[in-house]
């Protein structure tokens, strides 16, 4: 079994920073994408930044400039690093993972358990 397991939510004042880290394990041969996604209260999940296995990155327009996406392969992990923070940041992020569990087969999409980022003003 895949298991996304993430870390470093918080409580952050406006302008402040927080580094948030997803690390998959279990049964994975390769991974295609990881990236973050993120809910805020009455509002749709949406998209903040995923990376490829190569390195290429996407970022939501809201977060760019702001928001870091880095990974390492070798331990199956990716980090947001969130700078100058916003109150309307404000949500649970969530760690997604498209990956096959060996080289030839379906490709399955993995979701972490989600942790709270709070940016008061």
């Known amino acids: 079994q895949v298991q996304l397991v993430e870390s470093g939510g918080g409580l952050v004042q406006a302008g402040g920073s927080l580094r948030l880290s997803c690390a998959a394990s279990?049964?994975?041969?390769?991974?295609?994408?990881m990236g973050w996604y993120r809910q805020a209260p009455g509002k749709q999940r949406e998209s903040v930044a995923t990376i490829t296995s190569s390195g290429s990155t996407d970022y939501a327009d809201s977060v760019k400039g702001r928001f870091t996406l880095s990974r390492d392969n070798a331990k199956n992990t990716v980090y947001l690093q969130m700078n100058s923070l916003r109150p309307e940041d404000t949500a649970v992020y969530y760690c997604?993972?498209?990956?096959?569990?060996?080289?030839?087969?379906?490709?399955?999409?993995?979701w972490g358990q989600g942790t709270q980022v709070t940016v008061s003003s």
């Open positions: 997604n993972a498209r990956l096959r569990p060996q080289a030839v087969g379906v490709w399955y999409s993995y």
């Open positions: 279990g049964s994975i041969f390769s991974i295609n994408v």
